[in-house]
Protein backbone atom coordinates (compact mmCIF):
# COMPACT_ATOMS: atom_id res chain seq x y z
CA UNK A 1 0.00 0.00 0.00
CA UNK A 2 1.70 3.17 -1.22
CA UNK A 3 1.31 5.71 0.98
CA UNK A 4 2.36 8.72 -1.08
CA UNK A 5 0.83 9.08 -4.74
CA UNK A 6 3.24 10.87 -6.89
CA UNK A 7 2.14 11.51 -10.30
CA UNK A 8 3.05 12.33 -12.96
CA UNK A 9 5.57 9.60 -13.31
CA UNK A 10 7.23 11.88 -16.18
CA UNK A 11 7.50 15.67 -17.27
CA UNK A 12 9.06 17.24 -20.17
CA UNK A 13 9.04 21.18 -20.21
CA UNK A 14 11.03 23.67 -22.47
CA UNK A 15 13.69 25.90 -20.83
CA UNK A 16 12.38 28.38 -19.10
CA UNK A 17 8.61 26.93 -18.54
CA UNK A 18 7.30 25.71 -15.23
CA UNK A 19 7.47 22.07 -13.66
CA UNK A 20 5.16 21.00 -11.73
CA UNK A 21 4.49 17.65 -9.73
CA UNK A 22 2.12 16.82 -7.28
CA UNK A 23 2.06 14.31 -4.36
CA UNK A 24 -1.01 13.19 -2.55
CA UNK A 25 -1.01 11.20 1.06
CA UNK A 26 -3.38 9.28 3.64
CA UNK A 27 -2.41 9.11 6.41
CA UNK A 28 -3.55 12.69 8.00
CA UNK A 29 -0.83 11.95 10.80
CA UNK A 30 2.01 13.28 8.36
CA UNK A 31 4.03 16.50 9.46
CA UNK A 32 6.73 16.54 7.05
CA UNK A 33 7.05 16.69 3.91
CA UNK A 34 10.44 16.89 1.65
CA UNK A 35 11.30 17.25 -2.11
CA UNK A 36 14.59 15.03 -3.14
CA UNK A 37 16.29 15.39 -5.96
CA UNK A 38 18.11 12.46 -7.57
CA UNK A 39 20.69 12.92 -10.33
CA UNK A 40 21.51 9.04 -12.16
CA UNK A 41 24.09 7.22 -10.09
CA UNK A 42 23.92 9.51 -7.34
CA UNK A 43 21.71 9.68 -3.87
CA UNK A 44 18.77 11.73 -3.12
CA UNK A 45 19.57 15.40 -2.16
CA UNK A 46 17.02 17.69 -0.05
CA UNK A 47 15.70 20.26 -1.96
CA UNK A 48 13.35 21.75 -0.14
CA UNK A 49 10.28 20.77 2.71
CA UNK A 50 7.22 22.11 4.13
CA UNK A 51 5.56 21.25 7.36
CA UNK A 52 1.72 21.37 7.83
CA UNK A 53 1.32 25.17 9.53
CA UNK A 54 2.18 26.66 6.50
CA UNK A 55 0.51 26.83 2.62
CA UNK A 56 3.56 27.61 0.60
CA UNK A 57 7.43 28.01 0.93
CA UNK A 58 9.70 29.00 -1.46
CA UNK A 59 13.35 28.51 -1.88
CA UNK A 60 14.86 30.17 -5.03
CA UNK A 61 13.20 28.55 -7.94
CA UNK A 62 11.41 25.95 -6.30
CA UNK A 63 8.40 26.43 -4.41
CA UNK A 64 6.11 23.75 -2.18
CA UNK A 65 2.11 24.44 -1.97
CA UNK A 66 0.95 22.76 0.94
CA UNK A 67 -3.17 21.83 0.96
CA UNK A 68 -3.82 20.15 4.64
CA UNK A 69 -7.69 19.46 3.53
CA UNK A 70 -6.76 17.71 0.10
CA UNK A 71 -4.09 16.25 1.85
CA UNK A 72 -2.12 17.09 -1.35
CA UNK A 73 1.28 18.60 -1.89
CA UNK A 74 2.90 19.69 -5.39
CA UNK A 75 6.56 21.17 -6.27
CA UNK A 76 6.96 23.70 -8.86
CA UNK A 77 10.33 24.89 -10.52
CA UNK A 78 10.07 27.76 -11.84
CA UNK A 79 12.58 29.11 -14.93
CA UNK A 80 13.23 25.72 -15.29
CA UNK A 81 16.96 24.93 -16.81
CA UNK A 82 18.49 21.80 -18.43
CA UNK A 83 20.22 21.03 -15.19
CA UNK A 84 17.18 20.57 -13.13
CA UNK A 85 16.47 17.53 -15.54
CA UNK A 86 16.51 14.98 -12.84
CA UNK A 87 14.30 12.68 -10.74
CA UNK A 88 12.09 14.64 -8.09
CA UNK A 89 10.75 12.19 -5.00
CA UNK A 90 8.26 13.57 -3.02
CA UNK A 91 8.44 12.19 0.70
CA UNK A 92 6.33 12.32 3.52
CA UNK A 93 7.08 11.55 7.63
CA UNK A 94 5.74 12.09 11.48
CA UNK A 95 7.24 12.76 14.26
CA UNK A 96 7.20 9.47 15.74
CA UNK A 97 8.10 7.95 13.30
CA UNK A 98 11.71 8.76 11.42
CA UNK A 99 11.45 7.38 8.34
CA UNK A 100 10.26 9.21 5.05
CA UNK A 101 7.65 7.45 3.07
CA UNK A 102 8.41 8.40 -0.51
CA UNK A 103 6.32 8.75 -3.78
CA UNK A 104 7.72 6.63 -6.91
CA UNK A 105 9.40 9.60 -8.41
CA UNK A 106 9.07 11.76 -11.81
CA UNK A 107 11.48 11.96 -13.99
CA UNK A 108 11.71 15.73 -15.64
CA UNK A 109 13.72 16.34 -18.59
CA UNK A 110 14.43 19.90 -18.85
CA UNK A 111 14.46 20.92 -23.29
CA UNK A 112 16.96 23.55 -24.45
CA UNK B 1 32.45 19.10 6.58
CA UNK B 2 31.86 15.83 5.17
CA UNK B 3 28.51 14.58 3.93
CA UNK B 4 27.35 10.92 5.01
CA UNK B 5 29.90 8.50 3.51
CA UNK B 6 28.75 4.88 2.27
CA UNK B 7 31.49 2.11 1.07
CA UNK B 8 31.99 0.30 -1.30
CA UNK B 9 30.03 2.26 -3.99
CA UNK B 10 29.48 -1.39 -5.85
CA UNK B 11 29.76 -4.42 -4.76
CA UNK B 12 29.18 -7.68 -6.76
CA UNK B 13 28.61 -11.13 -5.00
CA UNK B 14 27.53 -13.91 -6.58
CA UNK B 15 24.39 -15.77 -5.38
CA UNK B 16 25.06 -17.33 -1.98
CA UNK B 17 27.93 -15.18 -0.76
CA UNK B 18 27.18 -12.12 1.99
CA UNK B 19 27.11 -8.53 1.43
CA UNK B 20 28.43 -5.95 3.81
CA UNK B 21 27.24 -2.40 3.36
CA UNK B 22 28.96 0.54 5.38
CA UNK B 23 27.74 3.96 6.24
CA UNK B 24 29.17 6.96 8.30
CA UNK B 25 27.11 9.51 9.07
CA UNK B 26 27.22 12.94 9.01
CA UNK B 27 29.43 14.39 11.72
CA UNK B 28 27.54 15.01 15.07
CA UNK B 29 24.22 12.31 13.38
CA UNK B 30 23.55 10.26 15.46
CA UNK B 31 20.45 8.72 13.77
CA UNK B 32 20.99 6.30 10.84
CA UNK B 33 18.56 5.17 7.74
CA UNK B 34 18.76 2.41 5.37
CA UNK B 35 17.06 2.62 2.21
CA UNK B 36 16.48 0.08 -1.03
CA UNK B 37 16.20 1.17 -4.15
CA UNK B 38 15.37 -0.81 -6.90
CA UNK B 39 15.67 -0.33 -11.02
CA UNK B 40 13.47 2.48 -11.65
CA UNK B 41 11.31 2.53 -8.18
CA UNK B 42 11.51 4.65 -5.40
CA UNK B 43 12.97 5.12 -2.16
CA UNK B 44 11.90 2.02 0.23
CA UNK B 45 12.23 2.19 3.87
CA UNK B 46 14.41 -0.46 5.52
CA UNK B 47 15.86 0.39 9.00
CA UNK B 48 16.22 2.70 11.77
CA UNK B 49 19.11 3.35 14.25
CA UNK B 50 20.61 5.07 16.74
CA UNK B 51 24.14 3.78 18.39
CA UNK B 52 23.46 0.52 19.59
CA UNK B 53 20.04 0.29 18.85
CA UNK B 54 17.93 -0.66 16.16
CA UNK B 55 14.21 2.07 16.70
CA UNK B 56 12.36 0.54 13.44
CA UNK B 57 13.19 -2.61 11.20
CA UNK B 58 9.47 -2.83 9.85
CA UNK B 59 10.77 -2.55 6.10
CA UNK B 60 13.48 -5.20 6.39
CA UNK B 61 13.03 -8.27 5.33
CA UNK B 62 12.81 -11.11 7.77
CA UNK B 63 15.11 -13.52 6.93
CA UNK B 64 18.59 -12.85 5.56
CA UNK B 65 19.15 -8.87 5.94
CA UNK B 66 20.77 -7.65 9.66
CA UNK B 67 21.52 -3.71 10.48
CA UNK B 68 23.64 -2.62 13.50
CA UNK B 69 25.18 0.76 14.24
CA UNK B 70 27.65 0.26 17.06
CA UNK B 71 29.09 2.97 19.66
CA UNK B 72 32.58 3.08 17.43
CA UNK B 73 32.25 3.08 13.98
CA UNK B 74 29.93 3.09 10.81
CA UNK B 75 26.00 0.80 10.37
CA UNK B 76 26.44 -2.36 8.96
CA UNK B 77 23.72 -3.56 6.20
CA UNK B 78 24.00 -7.34 6.63
CA UNK B 79 22.78 -9.16 3.49
CA UNK B 80 23.27 -13.13 3.43
CA UNK B 81 23.09 -15.61 1.10
CA UNK B 82 22.55 -13.08 -1.31
CA UNK B 83 20.15 -13.85 -4.28
CA UNK B 84 18.88 -12.03 -7.55
CA UNK B 85 16.54 -10.08 -6.29
CA UNK B 86 18.84 -8.26 -3.51
CA UNK B 87 20.37 -6.53 -6.61
CA UNK B 88 19.48 -2.83 -5.91
CA UNK B 89 21.29 0.91 -5.38
CA UNK B 90 21.33 0.68 -0.85
CA UNK B 91 20.99 3.97 0.45
CA UNK B 92 21.91 5.57 4.08
CA UNK B 93 21.02 8.90 5.64
CA UNK B 94 21.31 10.59 8.45
CA UNK B 95 19.78 13.22 10.84
CA UNK B 96 20.96 14.98 13.88
CA UNK B 97 18.36 14.71 16.72
CA UNK B 98 15.88 15.65 16.79
CA UNK B 99 15.36 16.49 13.42
CA UNK B 100 13.56 15.67 10.46
CA UNK B 101 15.84 16.39 7.78
CA UNK B 102 17.87 13.38 6.71
CA UNK B 103 20.81 13.19 4.00
CA UNK B 104 21.67 10.69 2.03
CA UNK B 105 24.94 9.61 0.89
CA UNK B 106 25.80 8.27 -2.60
CA UNK B 107 24.77 4.76 -2.47
CA UNK B 108 26.14 1.59 -2.91
CA UNK B 109 25.17 -0.22 -5.66
CA UNK B 110 24.65 -4.14 -5.35
CA UNK B 111 24.71 -6.83 -8.18
CA UNK B 112 24.11 -10.46 -7.58
CA UNK B 113 25.37 -12.75 -10.29
Known amino acids: QQQVKQSPQSLIVQKGGISIINCAYE??????FPWYQQFPGKGPALLIA?????SEKKEGRFTISFNKSAKQFSLHIMDSQPGDSATYFC???????????FGAGTQVVVTP | NAGVMQNPRHLVRRRGQEARLRCSPM?????VYWYRQLPEEGLKFMVY????????ESGMPKERFSAEFPKEGPSILRIQQVVRGDSAAYFC???????????FGPGTRLTVT
Open chain 1, 27 to 32: NTAFDY
Open chain 2, 93 to 103: ASSPPPSYEQY
Open chain 2, 27 to 31: KGHSH
Open chain 1, 50 to 54: IRPDV
Open chain 2, 49 to 56: LQKENIID
Open chain 1, 91 to 101: AASRSSWGKLQ
